[in-house]
């Protein structure tokens, strides 16, 4: 009687599926059409999918001549710095520039009251001419003493006095010349000269103030931009094995932006730093620039690099080709069956969008550029010029 109850329901459902057919899309027709293809079936769609290219951009592997840098750090320095200060007192009566005036050696920049100092010029000039008055006159008493004293008329005490007072005056006489030069020459400095061709910065201190030598207040700062040098720190262990030594090194140094494309300017290196910095083991390295276009102001901070060796015939291809994994760089190399393989690397540098190769490629081989992340080991590929974007993709589904 069970053996009954339990056949019963299965003969219905036998039927019931014998005729019922799930709508296209339901699950249930989607898992019965899968239960019921033959395994055997699958392999040809296994073999399709292998078989299905992806698109990707190429990019051969380029052989030229490429120069291999050392990148640094630089501080852009003026070439002089020139700060502006008063060596005498007085009142500043005219500032003879305008803030960020370029000006040259010689240039009047400051005038201060010179009344004083002339006054000073005028007073010892005086006393030198009366002092020159005074040695005449001894002069003359001691040779009419010296004459008198051969005929017994004049004393040896008198003649002494007046051989005395023609020495007094005559270094009465020096006296005065010795300040007639320091006067003169604080006359003269009450006329500030710009020692340096540069460009004035921010005045500090305006006309109609009192100065004091004493002070040493900057009333404005000279710096020489052109040429400008900037400071390059560099790691010590690199500089070896690079090959450069302490001391004077004309090596080529290019200048970048922070961003590391655009050219600020070309220069050279004047000279090496003779000690490394025992905290953080690097070097300083002086690069001087003619800064023509004035694009390096002092205080910037650059890009430097700087030209240790040119390779010859140096195998490059584009950076977006270089893929990092867990053992290191590598890249999807095109075999000649149009198929991929991945390719281990050793990259010397990278600037900009070109990566210079030391190992691993040959010249006549080409690598993937774009669309490496669907690949894998002999994956088929369709070289494209470009890969369609994000956007386009979606306005064409829409």
């Keep these: 009687m069970k053996a009954a109850y339990i056949l019963i329901p299965a003969a219905a459902a036998l039927i019931f599926g014998a005729v019922y057919v799930p709508p296209p899309g339901n699950p249930v027709r989607d898992w019965w059409a899968a239960l019921s293809t033959p395994k055997a079936s699958l392999a040809p769609r296994a073999a399709r999918e292998k078989r299905e290219a992806a698109r990707v951009v190429a990019a051969p592997v380029a052989q030229a001549d490429v120069p291999i840098y050392l990148s640094g750090i630089g501080t852009v320095t003026p070439y002089n710095?020139?700060?502006?200060?008063?060596?005498?007192?007085?009142?500043?009566?005219?500032?003879?520039?305008?803030?960020?005036?370029?000006v040259k050696v010689g240039d009047s920049l400051v005038s201060?009251?010179?009344?004083?100092?002339?006054?000073?010029?005028?007073?010892?000039?005086?006393?030198?001419?009366?002092?020159?008055?005074?040695?005449?006159?001894?002069?003359?008493?001691?040779?009419r003493d010296k004459q008198l004293l051969q005929k017994d008329f004049a004393t040896q005490k008198q003649t002494d006095a007046e051989t005395a007072l023609v020495g007094q005056y005559t270094a009465d006489i020096a006296e005065a010349e010795a300040?007639?030069?320091?006067?003169?020459t604080q006359l003269n400095s009450t006329t500030i000269t710009s020692s340096i061709n540069g460009r004035t910065g921010i005045r500090h201190v305006d006309?109609?103030?009192l100065?004091?030598?004493?002070?040493?207040?900057?009333?404005?700062?000279?710096?020489?931009?052109?040429?400008i040098q900037v400071i390059i720190t560099v790691p010590a262990k690199a500089l070896?094995?690079?090959?450069?030594?302490?001391?004077?090194?004309?090596?080529?140094?290019?200048?970048?932006?922070?961003e590391g494309v655009a050219v600020l300017d070309r220069g050279k290196i004047e000279m090496v730093d003779n000690t490394v910095d025992p905290a953080t083991g690097t070097i300083k390295l002086k690069a001087v620039f003619a800064n023509e276009a004035s694009k390096?102001?002092?205080?910037?901070?650059?890009?430097?690099?700087?030209?240790?060796?040119?390779?010859?015939?140096?195998?490059?291809?584009?950076?977006?080709?270089?893929?990092?994994g867990p053992k290191g760089d590598f890249v999807w190399v095109i075999r000649p069956d149009n198929t991929v393989e991945p390719r281990p690397v050793r990259v010397r540098q990278t600037l900009g969008e070109t990566a210079l190769?030391?190992?691993?490629?040959?010249?006549?081989?080409?690598?993937?550029a774009e669309g490496q992340y669907y690949l894998r080991t002999g994956t088929r590929v369709v070289i494209v010029p470009e890969l369609p974007s994000d956007k386009s993709d979606v306005s064409s589904t829409e």
């Design 81 to 102: 710095k020139v700060d502006i200060k008063a060596q005498v007192d007085g009142v500043i009566l005219r500032l003879n520039f305008a803030e960020g005036d370029d």
């Design 112 to 143: 201060i009251d010179p009344a004083p100092y002339e006054a000073r010029v005028l007073q010892w000039q005086a006393a030198k001419e009366r002092a020159t008055a005074q040695l005449e006159n001894a002069k003359a008493n001691l040779w």
């Design 179 to 184: 300040q007639i030069k320091f006067a003169q």
């Design 207 to 209: 006309a109609g103030n």
């Design 211 to 227: 100065v004091r030598a004493a002070d040493n207040v900057t009333i404005v700062t000279v710096v020489q931009t052109k040429p």
């Design 240 to 258: 070896a094995q690079a090959g450069i030594s302490p001391g004077l090194a004309e090596l080529p140094v290019i200048a970048y932006g922070q």
């Design 296 to 324: 390096l102001w002092p205080g910037d901070f650059v890009d430097c690099k700087i030209v240790v060796e040119n390779r010859r015939d140096g195998l490059t291809v584009p950076s977006i080709a270089i893929q990092h």
């Design 357 to 368: 190769i030391d190992r691993g490629l040959q010249a006549d081989e080409q690598v993937v």
